[in-house]
């Protein structure tokens, strides 16, 4: 099965500051790598599919990039509501569906 | 728009089943462009994949889980289901159901807010 190790696991951060976390996976993915964003007592969020297009109503301060095995989430002039733990999971070879372990975001 | 909700008992007791039903609307659960997942988030570890269900009952589970999971569809109700079997505190966790895109780029989307289960005597 691919592995994906996210880091870091946490990140501290202010409002309107820049942050990025990274996915490394076991193999090349191409492309396919989607990010989610969860926040405790609501639906997770998808943000990213693709390593970078954007979800639908995702605002454009949220970008992804990268390909093969290394990817990152980059938040840009951070909101309040961006504090949250961030997701990636791979969806080159499904199933198994397998997701990074995480990286919360923190104030 | 689709939208999905889970429900079921949020205390389960020791080496009992666990059952849990995602009631979907705004769309039909017979869509051939999307399987049907449960996830959960154990405390402390993250997300980790149950399982899925295409509408016409085809499944498929994550391995670690022993054959504990049972996942069913009923598209009469627009609704799928999860059985976990022989729980133990380690199955404390919020459940999710969520729609997966099938096809060569498969993300989740939309989600439900989640239902905690906390196994406990």
């Known amino acids: 099965d691919i592995q994906v190790t996210q880091s870091p696991s946490s990140l501290s951060a202010s409002v309107g500051d820049r942050v990025s976390m990274t996915c490394r996976a076991s193999q090349s993915l191409g492309m396919s790598l989607n990010w989610y964003q969860l926040k405790p007592g609501k639906a997770p969020k998808l943000l990213m599919s693709a390593a970078a297009t954007s979800h639908t109503g995702v605002p454009p301060r949220f970008s992804g990039g990268g390909s093969g095995t290394e990817f990152s989430l980059t938040i840009t002039n951070l909101q309040p509501e961006d504090f949250a733990t961030y997701y990636c999971q791979q969806s080159y070879s499904v199933p198994p569906i397998t997701f990074g372990q995480g990286t919360r975001l923190e104030i | 728009q689709v939208q999905l909700q889970e429900s079921g008992p949020g205390l389960v007791k020791p080496a009992q089943t666990l059952s849990l039903t995602c009631t979907v609307s705004g769309g039909s659960i017979s869509n051939g462009a999307f399987y049907w997942a449960w996830v959960r988030r154990l405390p402390g570890k993250g997300l980790e994949w149950i399982g899925h269900i295409y509408y016409s009952g085809k499944t498929y589970y994550n391995p670690s889980l022993k054959s504990r999971p049972t996942i069913a569809v009923d598209t009469s109700k627009n609704q799928f289901s999860l059985k976990l079997t022989a729980v133990t505190d380690a199955d404390t966790a919020t459940y999710f159901c969520?729609?997966?895109?099938?096809?060569?780029?498969?993300?989740?989307?939309?989600w439900g807010q989640g239902i905690q289960v906390t196994v406990s005597s």
């Open positions: 969520a729609r997966l895109l099938t096809g060569g780029n498969s993300w989740l989307d939309p």
